[in-house]
């Protein structure tokens, strides 16, 4: 809980930029790289594997709207948060959300290196690394700025990336050629199943957005529907960009291409249109890399709250009313990553934490009317349990299925990281048993106001 004698977090998002930064934050890596990519692999019928993930993604998605409209969706710390308060665990919402921090400082060094090497074939002999960090360092003075320039600033790129998917999509209709189509699945279906997790990479990052719970006007009313409306919508764009590609130009030359939508967009469009194309997929990136900075920041300083953390992380500035140490520490980290090249030692585990993080999220969701029917009760979004049941089964069973073809090959980095956070964990409640903090007492308290039920 915030300190009420500190600043805290000040409320001015919108709903029009919650969409900005859940919509923002998916369309990036997804259709700009991967999806070329995954035609190599899957063939054609990648368009119809958008469509037939949205099932799971939704059923991800789920938990984290029911949990946004209980009075935990007021505050940052996402998982954490719910997972800790639903079982009366520190530890189990710590050592989840640990791994999706170590994933996120991997994922933001990648982007920005990506967003980079995107730039050299129109600036040659640029390094990577320096334009990696004049963005790093180019978001953070925004953030520090204040939340409120961080939404108008996600707002602008969200509008232009919008206008650039318009562009790509809307005459592209009428430029498929259906015969591209004929063999949907020339590889068997075999190849068009092991596409599924690589086109899950396009989903992550969603759950950014319950880290701006803090900082959202009416975030319980507005969140939950967010949430769910936001992936639908990312998952129609993904289908009808996809579908336009893959009927444009043959998989073959997609899955050879490295700036793929551009070159479906050479097809028809004239050349100015075409550069409208290549902005978007700037923006994608741009766009996507905003939203990941503010993560670490709100999630450490819920740690913090709790003594899990330093407790400078859980100061906010008076004037900006942003979290500045964490902010600083997570750049810090950032350039750190990339300038030693390091981040492969966090990049091979990323997804699996992120897996690791969603099918823990989704199992609460499952034990959340059993465990805890006070915080359940209070949800404004209360689907029957039986719905959650099946909903929570159907995210933990296919991630299960997608990360078990993956951990043989990270278990070490797995293994690695765990301790780590352990280490941390422990370290951080001797410090506070010394400190003679009562956990016990503080998580009765937070439970106390957080799982009242509905007047």
């Known amino acids: 809980m915030q300190n009420l004698q500190q600043p805290t977090l000040k409320r001015e998002l919108g709903k029009f930029e919650s969409y900005a930064i859940i919509i923002g934050s998916l369309i990036g890596a997804g259709i700009f790289v991967v999806t070329g990519q995954a035609g190599g692999i899957a063939g054609p019928g990648v368009p119809f594997a958008y469509l037939l993930m949205l099932p799971v993604i939704l059923s991800t998605a789920m938990a984290y709207a029911v949990f946004m409209s209980t009075p935990l969706g007021n505050e940052p710390g996402g998982a954490y948060t719910h997972i800790s308060r639903t079982f009366n665990n520190y530890f189990l919402g710590f050592i989840v959300m640990w791994l999706k921090l170590v994933s996120f400082f991997g994922v933001m060094s990648i982007m920005s290196l990506s967003f980079a090497d995107y730039l050299t074939p129109y600036f040659p002999g640029l390094d990577s690394r320096i334009v990696a960090t004049i963005v790093i360092l180019g978001f953070y003075v925004i953030h520090v700025m ?16 919008v206008l650039a998917i318009l562009v790509l999509v809307v005459p592209g209709l009428f430029h498929i050629k259906l015969e591209y189509y004929a063999d949907p699945l020339p590889f068997g279906w075999k190849a068009f199943f092991s596409v599924f997790p690589t086109l899950f990479l396009s989903y992550l990052g969603f759950e950014s957005l319950a880290q701006a719970a803090g900082e959202t006007k009416n975030a319980r009313e507005v969140l939950p529907k967010v949430f769910l409306v936001g992936i639908i919508l990312t998952a129609t764009i993904y289908f009808l960009i996809s579908f336009v590609a893959f009927g444009v130009l043959p998989f073959d030359i997609l899955a050879q291409s490295s700036s793929a939508m551009t070159d479906v967009a050479s097809v028809y469009l004239p050349l100015g249109a075409a550069g409208l194309v290549s902005i978007g997929a700037i923006m994608a990136f741009v766009s996507t890399i905003n939203t990941a900075i503010m993560v670490p920041s ?25 979290p500045v140490l964490g902010l600083t520490l997570t750049v810090l980290i950032v350039l750190f990553l990339i300038w030693t090249g390091t981040m492969e030692f966090i990049l091979g585990f990323t997804l699996q934490g992120m897996f690791i993080l969603y099918m823990m999220h989704s199992l609460t969701m499952i034990c959340l009317p059993f465990v805890n029917p006070q915080l359940y009760q209070s949800a404004r979004f209360r689907p029957h349990p039986a719905i959650l049941v099946i909903a929570g089964l159907i995210s933990v069973g296919t991630l299960f299925a997608f990360s078990y073809a993956i951990i043989m090959d990270v278990w070490k980095l797995l293994v690695f990281w765990v301790a780590l956070g352990v280490i941390i964990y ?10 003679q903090y009562d956990y016990k007492a503080a998580m009765g308290a937070t439970k106390q106001e957080y799982a009242q039920p509905v007047q």
Do not use: C, W, Y
């Open 298 to 322: 709100r999630v450490m300083m819920m740690f913090a709250n709790d003594r899990l953390a330093p407790q400078f992380f859980a100061r906010i500035n008076p004037k900006t009313h942003t």
């Open 426 to 435: 422990g370290s951080a409640r001797l410090a506070g048993k010394r400190e």
């Open 146 to 161: 204040g939340v409120k320039e961080f939404g108008r600033f996600q707002a602008i790129i969200f509008s232009i990336l």
